[in-house]
């Protein structure tokens, strides 16, 4: 059992506003084996995306990691400064943002953006760059890989400048990639091949992947662990298969029933009721205490630490105690 | 809940153009094949759901039912009336009759308007209702959605984007419309936000008998609700049916290859995954003979030259496609 | 107008702790805010008051004092005295009705006749469209001051005219940024909402989309006031403006030109006055703009 490829530690982020200090983390901890998908899940506001840039290092200013380690390989990122951070980038950690049209640059060729990948990471020669940039090209699906080189991303439909960002992403043979909303802008039946393909890229090459979604479907058909992210802080990490039989935390079931499912028919669905916390406030309980039937007074003084609940599994709840998982 | 009953909105051979490109100076516009000779019967007091991927055609179909769009050819009934040939005051008089839903909630309401403004305004247009009988109805409105008093002075950016989407539901509600097209009402929410509006839909479609047709790309969400499903492709319907025939037994390739993309909740599923190659075709320069069959799994000679016409396989449910001719 | 400036500050003010846009820059904008509100305050104050707050309010008016010509800056008088013998700071004084009259009205024509063609043009687009596009060519493709100049010698000197001339020579900006508003507010989900409940066009022009093009047309308008003050001093300078000898700081600049290195306060002061005004507009123009922002555009943070 080798040790995980990342880890994050206690994470805490915050952003200053108009209103006042935005707390963006609360402590996220979750960890990453080699060749392992997790899929970070959250709805908006739960502080996913931060969690994928902090590990990059690009919060954007004058937000700032207050506290915590981000452990890649033994390695504190935190501890870096940007000059080393910017050569872990892409060379160790390649990322995937959601929508392609505004990662990709415009007036740069396709063959380009992946270039600049290449030289600035690996030094190849003209020739062999280009050349693994072809690769690369045909290794994800991209129809006619020449002239995608030459031509400009606005040529291609969102599927396809995907993959171009997916080749970007692989060109310096990372081992972890962080995918953020990878498939949330496109349809679903390219969201179907642009799955199948990082599955298959993440199977040939023992890629880690930490895949950041809103949508618990794509978590249960491409990830083998998820955790489940509510106002900064992680509530459960676990198997994918025992996480939907049997979902632990309050907040994990209240997603799963709310949602509307395909091969089962439901008379109403049950939405959780309220609204997720804004991010103002110093919470000093659980901070789902407003929101979860189960709640007690203990919950609304006391943040409930990560109980184990299985062999692999971790739920942050004091119903842990009680329940016996 | 089948067509036996009276289809409160009857579509006929419904084409729609857009021009696209050009400008003052020329250069080349292109003429975008947005519906191509659509047939559609929505059953009154239910929901008729309608999917398909992004250029497929279904938001245009909601708009062009409203008026939005300027059809070029074809006939809409709603309610007996032919939609498409009123003008001015009779146009503004059945508008009372059908509303939309749109699917970025905040959007939909005009940002310096107070919300107590946004509701009051269909009630200003066509009643005589002022003042106090006017606020009433107002409130009574927002209470209908799950809001209250505290709401109405508020301006849309100061909602959530569930609270917007109720703001839009009452005013939706005004005038006691029949007809509802609801163009992606939970796309831009949150999941168990969705799960709220979702609910309150359905309540007050059994409240009220209203007729809904769901646009929506999110299958799971359409099934929910739907009692009828259409599938379109490219500007065209390529299946309808009950939920029940469509998930169960989809005929269709594209509706097959459109389920089995579909992520489900449940990891240990086994599922034989149909992936369609290349992308959509341009809606410019649709192809030849049946839409789909530059990506069909199951292309014949026979699908390049003829556009399938609607087979019917059940008493309720048919699809466009060669394969069920042979 | 100071109240929302007042607004605006308070809202900087109250609501910023932990470190928000660095302090010196927000510093350096509310003093440039206030300063630019009392410098506006003043001359409507001088436009209002101008023959109770003048020392020489007659002087002012355009009464020669033959004996006291072109006198130096002193206690008696504060900015001199011009070549017909009157007291300058009177003068600017009195000046202040013409000048910023002239800002204020200008801009109101432009935006009386730019807003509306230009809401027309952008909401009903196609043949009136064209036709708006091509007439603001023609307007667009001469140099503001020179189609005034053209305007206002056509129409024959007076203040009336000037003010016409620089109103018609300014209207198609207005239109143009009203249009490109317009252009992209028709396609907005509030619009076709409002469409479909079957509120008519003019109501939908006037109640949805016109007051979502404010905030940029307040703006330009604000800064155009400087500039018109400018465009009227010009013409006064060129003797296309009021007639003398109405006080007019233009003209007052022009007056002093041939005597600047012997007696630089008939000139100098003028100039000031426009100086100092001008800016203050155009700082209300930007601390407007900022105020309008932050109001639209939610920092949010990726989550």
């Not at chain 1, 207050?66 to 504190?76: A, E, N, T, V, W």
């Not at chain 3, 001088?46 to 006198?71: D, R």
């Not at chain 3, 189609?147 to 056509?154: D, M, N, T």
């Not at chain 3, 396609?187 to 016109?210: M, P, T």
């Amino acid at each position: 059992m080798s040790a995980p490829l990342l880890v994050v530690e206690d994470l805490h982020v915050e952003f200053p506003d108009e209103t006042g200090m935005v707390h963006a983390l609360r402590g996220v901890s979750l960890t990453l084996d080699r060749g392992e998908v997790l899929g970070l899940v959250g709805e908006t506001g739960c502080g996913k995306s931060v969690t994928g840039l902090s590990i990059l290092g690009l919060v954007p200013q004058p937000g700032r990691i207050k506290s915590g380690r981000i452990l890649l390989d033994g390695q504190d990122l935190t501890a870096l400064d940007e000059g080393d951070l910017r050569k872990l980038r892409g060379r160790n950690i390649g990322m995937i943002f959601q929508d392609p049209v505004t990662s990709l640059n415009p007036v740069f060729t396709n063959g380009r953006q992946v270039l600049n990948v290449i030289e600035r990471h690996l030094h190849l020669g003209r020739a062999a760059a280009r050349q693994r940039a072809l690769e690369l090209f045909v290794s994800v699906g991209l129809p006619d890989p020449e002239a995608i080189l030459e031509g400009y991303p606005h040529q291609l439909s969102g599927g396809m400048q995907q993959r171009v960002m997916i080749a970007m992403a692989l060109a310096a043979g990372p081992e972890l990639i962080i995918a953020d909303e990878p498939t949330t802008a496109v349809d679903v039946t390219i969201q179907a091949q642009i799955l199948d393909l990082l599955l298959k890229l993440q199977r040939e090459r023992g890629i880690a992947i930490l895949l950041i979604t809103h949508n618990l479907g794509v978590v249960a058909e491409t990830c083998h662990r998820v955790a489940v992210l509510y106002a900064g802080r992680v509530v459960e990490e676990s198997p994918v298969g025992e996480f939907f039989k049997e979902p632990r935390h309050p907040y994990s079931q209240g997603l799963l029933h709310s949602l509307p499912r395909l091969n089962q028919a439901a008379d109403w669905l049950t939405p959780i009721p309220g609204n997720v916390p804004s991010g103002h406030e110093d919470l000093p309980g659980c901070a789902f205490a407003a929101r979860c039937e189960y709640a007690t007074d203990r919950c609304w003084q006391n943040q409930p630490p990560m109980y184990a609940a299985g062999a692999a599994r971790r739920v942050a709840c004091f119903l842990a105690e009680e329940a016996g998982w | 809940m089948t067509a036996a009953a009276q289809p409160l909105v009857q579509v006929r051979d419904l084409s729609v153009f857009y021009e696209s490109g050009g400008g003052f100076l020329g250069g080349s516009t292109r003429r975008v094949r947005a519906l191509h000779n659509v047939d559609l019967d929505i059953p009154a007091h239910q929901t008729l759901g309608l999917v398909g991927e992004s250029g497929c055609g279904k938001t245009t179909l909601g708009r062009a039912l409203l008026r939005l769009v300027k059809p070029a050819g074809g006939q809409v009934t709603i309610d007996g009336v032919e939609v498409l040939a009123l003008s001015g005051a009779a146009l503004r008089a059945l508008r009372r009759e059908m509303q939309i839903i749109f699917q970025n909630p905040i959007a939909s309401l005009s940002p310096r308007l107070r919300v107590r403004d946004v509701v009051a305004e269909p009630l200003q247009t066509h009643t005589p209702l002022r003042g106090q009988p006017l606020n009433d109805r107002v409130l009574e409105l927002l209470c209908m959605v799950g809001m209250d008093e505290s709401h109405m002075d508020r301006f849309p950016h100061a909602l959530s984007g569930g609270q917007a989407q109720r703001v839009a539901i009452a005013r939706a509600l005004a005038l006691n419309p029949k007809f509802l097209v609801l163009d992606e009402p939970t796309s831009a929410l949150d999941v168990s936000v969705q799960a709220q509006i979702l609910n309150l839909l359905q309540q007050l479609q059994g409240q009220f008998n209203l007729t809904y047709l769901l646009i929506s790309h999110d299958l799971a969400v359409v099934q929910y609700i739907s009692q009828r499903l259409a599938v379109m492709y490219l500007g065209e319907i390529v299946e309808e049916g009950p939920p029940r025939a469509i998930f169960g037994e989809p005929r269709h390739p594209y509706t097959q290859a459109l389920l089995s993309a579909t992520p489900v909740l449940d990891p240990h599923l086994a599922r034989r995954r149909i992936i369609l190659s290349g992308v959509v075709p341009s809606a410019a320069d649709p192809p030849s003979g049946c839409p789909f069959h530059t990506r069909c799994p199951q292309v014949m000679e026979q699908c390049r030259e003829v556009n399938p016409p609607p087979t019917q396989i059940d008493a309720d449910h048919w699809a466009s496609c060669h394969l069920l001719t042979k | 107008m100071s109240s929302m400036l007042a607004e605006g500050l308070a809202k900087r003010t109250g609501e910023t702790r932990n470190g928000t846009p660095g302090p010196i820059r927000f510093f350096r904008h509310e003093i440039l805010a206030l300063a630019s509100a009392i410098v506006i305050l003043a001359s409507l104050g001088m436009m209002a008051f101008a023959p109770w707050i003048s020392p020489y309010p007659e002087e002012g008016a355009g009464l020669p004092v033959v004996s006291h010509q072109l006198l130096a800056p002193s206690s008696v008088h504060p900015f001199g005295t011009d070549d017909l013998g009157r007291d300058v700071l009177s003068r600017v004084i009195f000046g202040a009705r013409v000048s910023v009259t002239m800002g204020v009205m200008v801009t109101l024509v432009a935006i009386a006749v730019g807003v509306p063609l230009g809401a027309a043009s952008g909401f009903f687009g196609r043949w009136i469209d064209e036709a708006m596009m091509r007439i603001t060519d023609v307007f667009l493709a001469f140099p503001p001051l020179l189609l005034a100049i053209v305007f206002a010698s056509a129409m024959g000197r007076s203040f009336g005219n000037a003010m016409l001339a620089i109103g018609i020579s300014w209207w198609p900006w207005y239109a143009r940024l009203v249009r490109s508003e317009v252009l992209s507010l028709r396609e907005q989900y509030f619009v076709d909402a409002a469409r479909s409940i079957g509120v008519k066009d003019i109501k939908i022009i006037l109640r949805h989309i016109l007051p979502n093009t404010l905030s940029p047309v307040i703006v330009q308008a604000s800064m155009d006031i400087g500039s018109a003050i400018l465009a009227g001093a010009g013409l006064s300078f060129l003797g296309l403006g009021v007639r003398p000898p109405i006080a007019d700081w233009g003209r007052m600049l022009s007056d002093g030109r041939a005597i600047l290195l012997s007696h630089w306060w008939v000139s100098t002061f003028p100039g000031l006055a426009i100086f100092v005004t001008v800016l203050a507009f155009n700082i209300l123009g930007d601390a407007l703009r900022d105020w309008f922002d932050p109001h639209m555009r939610t920092r949010r943070y990726v989550a």
